[in-house]
């Protein structure tokens, strides 16, 4: 395992509770949010008096569906309170929404479960600029270990989330770029954790929450908070019970992110790197597949271990699945992202040439989809799914959680870069050969922007993809766009000294 895995002294940080990693887990990708949210639903709902439930989020929309009726988000976790259930909840405080950020749905959130009888608290322990983009449930069953589970990946308990294999988008949709439409369609990807695993996830959670530190040293925060009651205080947890039992035959390694800050975490009072160490040994060790689907791909410093394996392996091939229009609107938004994507893209394309292949799904209408996956397949053998994006920002900055499986027999790995091939390219039948899939790609992309090319007549060609062509920004928008790049979109949380060194 320690091939592929940190051991303990690479992760870097001997602060922490958490394993190096466990092994005897059961690990199972929910594509999609609405599939995600069909596993939840239930799960919750089953648990009862002296159960615990835990979660964070980078943001949380209280009216939510997450089935087909009125089960939204807050009925259901304040009906778990009210049933006697522990639920305690961490989301970040968020930036004023005339940014495009979400306090207001957060506090919301927050207030219908203290109102239940839960906690839920809004956590700014950040850097400036920063965020909380960890995105994670745990269930725990006093008695009935067998039913617990967690939940880890990309999906928000929020608006626009909600989408399906189908990516018509979430009816509760949320605003983004008006090239996705009304209801932006949205790919995204969440595990299901049970084993000792879970165990680890609870003590990702337990080691936020009782960190002593005030939840915001921002005086209007705190005037704030005061003046409208706000619970700013962490009621102790239950006590941790042990790892449940082994449930399958994964071995799972927790990946994180925590930045370095001048009054750090007791946990990680350097930060936490381990998202970037780990992708870095195993992106060192490909030599025929690199399957990525990511949200930004923006940064050098990042790109940097892909652009390197690349050149390593004259054999080695990237596919990367990337949204093709930056999410947010406006000038500020927009050109920046381009410019990171832009500098990326370059450097992996000088190191890999035509081995280099990026696409973009679209819907059966033409509409672009919105990739918010974070999926990294490598050789077919370490998978990751998880909170963090290929960018500086997620590797150094802002807090991230990303779980990195191997199976003995290979099987997981596969299988998930199979399940993902399926459904940007329209049918079941996806040749295992991970070069011939990438061939597979090739050819659905190009029949796709051809019959696009051609006036969009006569049938549509299966498949969803569409080759990516990088931007390429005037001298002038570069120049602009690099200052708010690395000042807002992609700022660096690493130390001066690792910054100056290079390294993570």
Same mark, same amino acid.
């Given at each position: ?46 648990? %009862? ?21 009125? *089960? ?74 067998? #039913? ?52 680890? %996830? ?5 080691? +936020? ?24 205080? !962490? ?46 040994? !195993? ?28 050149? *390593? ?30 500098? !990326? ?9 035509? +081995? ?64 993902? !091939? ?60 690099? #200052? ?21």
């Amino acid at each position: 395992m320690s091939d592929w895995f940190l051991t303990e002294d690479e992760r870097g940080n001997p602060h922490t509770r958490l394993l190096p990693w466990t092994d005897g887990n059961a690990v199972r990708p929910l594509v999609d949010g609405r599939a995600y949210y069909a596993e939840l639903l239930p799960a919750v709902n089953r648990m %009862v008096r002296g159960d615990l439930l835990l979660f964070t989020d980078w943001r949380g929309d209280p009216d939510e569906r997450l089935g087909a009726g009125d *089960e939204t988000i807050s009925r259901v976790l304040c009906a778990a309170a009210e049933r006697g259930v522990v639920v305690k909840g961490l989301v970040w405080r968020s930036h004023w929404d005339r940014l495009q950020f979400s306090e207001e749905e957060n506090q919301h959130l927050g207030d219908a479960i203290e109102a239940a009888g839960g906690e839920c608290l809004r956590d700014m322990r950040v850097r400036a600029g920063g965020s909380h983009h960890q995105k994670f449930v745990v269930l725990r069953h006093p008695g009935r270990p067998s #039913l617990d589970v967690a939940y880890v990946g990309g999906i928000d308990l929020c608006h626009g989330r909600g989408d399906d294999s189908q990516h018509s988008g979430d009816p509760q949709a949320v605003a983004i770029a008006p090239v996705y439409g009304d209801r932006a369609p949205w790919h995204d990807v969440q595990l299901e954790l049970r084993g000792p695993v879970v165990g680890q %996830v609870e003590a990702t959670f337990r080691e +936020r929450w009782e960190d002593p530190a005030p939840l915001s040293r921002n005086p209007f925060f705190v005037l704030h908070d005061k003046l409208f009651h706000e619970d700013t205080h !962490a009621d102790p947890l239950p006590a941790q019970l042990p790892d449940p039992a082994p449930a399958g035959d994964l071995s799972v390694q927790l990946l994180r992110t925590y930045p370095y800050r001048r009054r750090g975490y007791p946990f990680a009072p350097e930060g936490e790197r381990t998202v970037a160490r780990g992708y870095r040994k !195993a992106v060192a060790r490909a030599e025929q597949l690199i399957y990525l689907e990511d949200q930004y791909l923006w940064s050098p410093q990042v790109a940097g271990c892909f652009a390197d394996a690349l050149r *390593e392996h004259p054999g080695l091939h990237l596919v990367a699945v990337v949204p093709r229009y930056p999410d947010q609107p406006g000038a500020l938004g927009r050109f920046p992202q381009l410019y990171g994507r832009e500098r !990326a893209l370059s450097m992996l394309h000088n190191a890999g040439g035509d +081995r280099l292949h990026v696409f973009s799904p679209e819907n059966a209408d033409g509409t672009p989809i919105y990739v918010h996956a974070k999926v990294c397949v490598v050789d077919d053998t370490w998978a990751t799914v998880g909170s963090d994006n290929v960018s500086l920002r997620s590797w150094t900055h802002d807090s991230e959680l990303t779980c990195a499986v191997l199976d003995p027999t290979g099987a997981y790995a596969r299988d998930l870069r199979l399940r993902l !091939a399926r459904e940007h390219l329209g049918h079941d039948d996806v040749p295992d050969d991970p070069l011939a899939a990438v061939e597979e790609f090739e050819s659905s992309a190009r029949a796709l922007e051809a019959w696009h090319a051609a006036g969009r007549r006569g049938p549509r060609p299966p498949g969803r993809l569409r080759p990516y062509e990088s931007p390429h920004l005037s001298a002038w928008t570069s120049r602009w766009s690099s #200052l708010v790049y690395r000042t807002v979109h992609d700022p660096d949380g690493r130390p001066r000294t690792m910054r100056r060194a290079g390294s993570f």
